[in-house]
């Protein structure tokens, strides 16, 4: 018997430009045109993030992440698994900004 299954296909266009730092913060995030909603934040980098949402989310969807202390930014959602979704900012977050905010919550 075999069983054939695909769990995680990672966009082509979206490459890990920058080194991603792991973290674990509860954000606000939303699907543009949709409610709010808490999401995990697993890992950031300057130019995306690792997110666990309850949220049904699909490749291509435009979306907002407010981290706690740091304005909201949209972003777009590269890949989508059965647990987690990589989005990459539209804008990315300046490299002193990231460690920054990833030293504060680090221990969190």
């Given at each position: 018997?075999?069983?054939?299954?695909?769990?995680?296909s990672?966009?082509?266009?979206?490459?890990?430009?920058?080194?991603?730092?792991?973290?674990?913060?509860?954000?606000t995030?939303?699907?543009r045109?949709?409610?709010?909603?808490?999401a995990?934040?697993?890992?950031?980098?300057?130019?995306?993030?690792?997110?666990?949402?309850?949220?049904?989310?699909?490749?291509?969807?435009?979306?907002?992440?407010?981290?706690?202390g740091?304005e909201?930014?949209?972003?777009?959602?590269?890949?989508?698994?059965?647990?987690?979704?990589?989005?990459?900012?539209?804008?990315?977050?300046?490299?002193?900004?990231l460690?920054?905010?990833?030293?504060?919550?680090?221990?969190?």
């Amino acid at each position: 018997m075999r069983i054939a299954a695909h769990l995680h296909s990672e966009n082509p266009e979206f490459h890990h430009r920058a080194e991603r730092k792991p973290l674990s913060v509860r954000a606000t995030f939303r699907i543009r045109g949709y409610e709010k909603a808490n999401a995990d934040i697993l890992d950031l980098s300057t130019t995306g993030f690792k997110v666990d949402s309850a949220m049904s989310l699909a490749e291509g969807s435009e979306v907002w992440l407010k981290l706690p202390g740091m304005e909201a930014r949209p972003a777009k959602v590269m890949w989508v698994s059965p647990l987690y979704a990589g989005c990459m900012f539209h804008t990315p977050i300046h490299e002193a900004v990231l460690e920054d905010y990833v030293r504060r919550h680090a221990n969190r």
